[in-house]
């Protein structure tokens, strides 16, 4: 299990790579990745918070419950901070499992997690100014599948 919360960029072929060429028991392995998205075409840049330590922690323990739930050979966890422009990656998730169904499953509850229940805080910079990313009731009605 690896997690990283980092200002740097990621590469989403390396890091996929690398995950994928770690596995020795996996029959499956499936990555996500979430890019900054500008839905009206005015975001210069987003910015994200968060609290070290308490991040960490937080993510992690969804991770092993993520692993215990469905039999994760392996996970990884990378969400970024600070000032991002759109279209820059923000988040990778990657699970390795025995079998896809297990991989898939462990994916979206990470990717899911992340979403609505992690401690970060968002900030859209635009054109009008900022505003704070408020939750969004269809990502907190996704949680209830889990």
């Known amino acids: 299990m690896r997690l990283s919360v980092q200002t740097a960029p990621f590469d989403l072929g390396a890091e996929a790579n690398a995950f994928a060429a770690a596995q020795t028991t996996a029959g499956a392995v ?13 975001l210069s840049a987003m910015e994200i918070e968060h609290y070290p330590g308490m991040t960490e922690r937080a993510i992690a323990a ?19 901070h600070g000032r991002l422009a ?26 899911d997690y992340l979403k609505s229940r992690a401690p970060f805080w968002k900030k859209e910079i635009g054109a009008d100014g900022a ?9 907190e009605a996704a949680l209830t599948r889990w």
Do not use: C
């Open 30 to 42: 499936v990555t996500f990745t979430g890019i900054v998205r500008d839905n009206g075409g005015t």
């Open 131 to 139: 505003a704070w990313v408020a939750a969004k009731d269809e990502d």
């Open 62 to 80: 969804i991770m092993e419950e993520a692993i215990r739930r469905w039999s994760l050979a392996d996970a990884l966890v990378i969400h970024r």
């Open 86 to 111: 759109a279209q820059e990656p923000i988040m990778m998730v990657a699970t390795a499992a025995p079998h896809r169904a297990d991989a898939f499953a462990a994916a979206e509850f990470l990717m």
